[in-house]
């Protein structure tokens, strides 16, 4: 598989897999339900849900459980981790880079969660247009937040990993999208940690 950026490439390679292999388990699955359930509460009737960069599931395996009866769809790079989530049976599956994603569906939630840091910054643009393209009505997106773009060292890595205010990047590009709710989920949190993200939902003015 031929990727446009040297991002696709690592996160489809060995970094990915190794990846996968960190990041699993129940308390991951738990803590990501205490953030779903505050988010979700924000919102009406969402039937459907696309990730953008699920990686094994363990998001969509909490938004499985708050909303049973939904539609999840998810676009994964890593072909380890799509393995994973095959084993979820959901929706729909995209074994493919963000950046060669073209929506089929408008599904009522589309989110990234810790992903968005990770994308090449000359091609946020794209997958800020691909997400307004995959929403129905709500945008939600989980990123380290900085109020101006700053590049930081990733596990050892260079270029892996870029902070910015990409909510407000977003809210510029589509003036009518509306800012429902935003909070911070802390790593120091005693019963649900979280990366240090913070998290942002918009609505779909209709």
Same mark, same amino acid.
């Given at each position: 598989?031929?990727?446009?950026?040297?991002?696709e490439?690592?996160?489809?390679?060995?970094?990915?897999?190794q990846?996968?292999?960190?990041?699993?388990?129940?308390?991951?699955?738990?803590s990501?339900?205490?953030?779903?359930?505050?988010i979700?509460?924000?919102?009406?009737?969402?039937?459907s849900?696309?990730?953008?960069?699920?990686?094994?599931?363990?998001?969509?395996?909490?938004?499985?459980?708050?909303?049973?009866?939904?539609?999840?769809?998810?676009?994964?790079?890593?072909?380890?981790?799509?393995?994973?989530?095959?084993?979820m049976?959901?929706?729909?599956?995209?074994?493919?880079?963000?950046? $060669?994603?073209?929506?089929?569906v408008?599904? @009522?939630?589309? #989110?990234?969660k810790?992903v !968005?840091?990770?994308?090449?910054p /000359?091609?946020?643009?794209?997958?800020?247009d691909l997400?307004?393209?995959?929403?129905?009505?709500?945008?939600?997106?989980?990123?380290?937040?900085n109020?101006?773009?700053?590049?930081?060292?990733?596990?050892?890595?260079?270029?892996?990993?870029?902070?910015?205010?990409?909510?407000?990047?977003?809210?510029?590009?589509?003036?009518?999208?509306?800012?429902? $709710?935003?909070?911070?989920?802390y790593?120091? @949190?005693?019963? #649900?940690?979280?990366?240090? !993200?913070?998290?942002?939902?918009? /609505?779909?003015?209709?």
């Amino acid at each position: 598989m031929e990727f446009k950026t040297e991002q696709e490439q690592f996160w489809a390679g060995e970094f990915g897999n190794q990846y996968v292999k960190r990041n699993q388990g129940e308390s991951i699955v738990a803590s990501n339900l205490a953030l779903f359930t505050k988010i979700l509460s924000k919102t009406v009737a969402v039937n459907s849900i696309i990730e953008f960069g699920a990686n094994i599931g363990l998001n969509l395996c909490a938004l499985k459980n708050l909303v049973p009866n939904s539609k999840l769809h998810a676009i994964e790079i890593n072909p380890i981790a799509v393995v994973e989530l095959e084993k979820m049976k959901l929706t729909k599956i995209y074994s493919q880079s963000i950046l $060669d994603f073209v929506p089929e569906v408008q599904c @009522d939630l589309a #989110f990234t969660k810790g992903v !968005l840091i990770h994308i090449n910054p /000359e091609c946020l643009p794209q997958v800020y247009d691909l997400l307004y393209q995959s929403s129905r009505r709500y945008i939600m997106i989980a990123e380290y937040y900085n109020p101006s773009p700053v590049e930081i060292s990733y596990r050892g890595h260079d270029g892996k990993l870029f902070k910015r205010d990409f909510a407000g990047e977003i809210k510029q590009r589509f003036p009518d999208l509306a800012l429902v $709710d935003y909070g911070f989920a802390y790593h120091g @949190d005693q019963n #649900f940690p979280q990366d240090d !993200l913070t998290w942002f939902l918009f /609505e779909k003015k209709i």
